[in-house]
Nanobody
Framework: QTRLVESGGGVVQAGDSLSLSCAPS????????MGWFRQSPGKERELVAG????????VYGDSVMGRFTISGENAKNKVSLQMNSLKPEDTAVYYC????????????WGQGTQVTVSS
């Protein structure tokens, strides 16, 4: 069935940039908001950035504010994450997620894409 697919992960050096993309695959898909989360070993999954479609509200996690930029296309349920000035602590599996309706949890997830930032 419908699922989200992330792409763009890789291995980069500290200070480099990387861009991630996410889009649904496998059928009809709608979302009220989409976002990026990340998780590294021993840590809980945390919000990186999110965008709410109806009013364009964008939120960022404190640790990425000023370095990462989220953008998206509501009609295509596509979202991207431009990551600049990457730091080793940004190393994590990055997940794309979607809120299928206002007020609900982010219940649709991709499988994740690994981002590794070397020092």
């Amino acid at each position: 069935q419908t699922r989200l697919v992330e792409s763009g992960g890789g291995v980069v050096q500290a200070g480099d940039s990387l861009s991630l993309s996410c889009a649904p695959s496998g059928g009809t898909f709608r979302s009220s908001a989409m976002g990026w989360f990340r998780q590294s070993p021993g840590k809980e999954r945390e919000l990186v950035a999110g965008i709410r479609w109806h009013d364009g509200l964008i939120v960022y996690g404190d640790s990425v504010m000023g370095r990462f930029t989220i953008s998206g296309e509501n009609a295509k349920n596509k979202v991207s994450l431009q990551m600049n000035s990457l730091k080793p602590e940004d190393t994590a599996v990055y997940y794309c997620a979607a809120q299928v309706a206002l007020g609900l949890q982010f219940g649709s997830w991709g499988q994740g894409t690994q981002v590794t930032v070397s020092s």
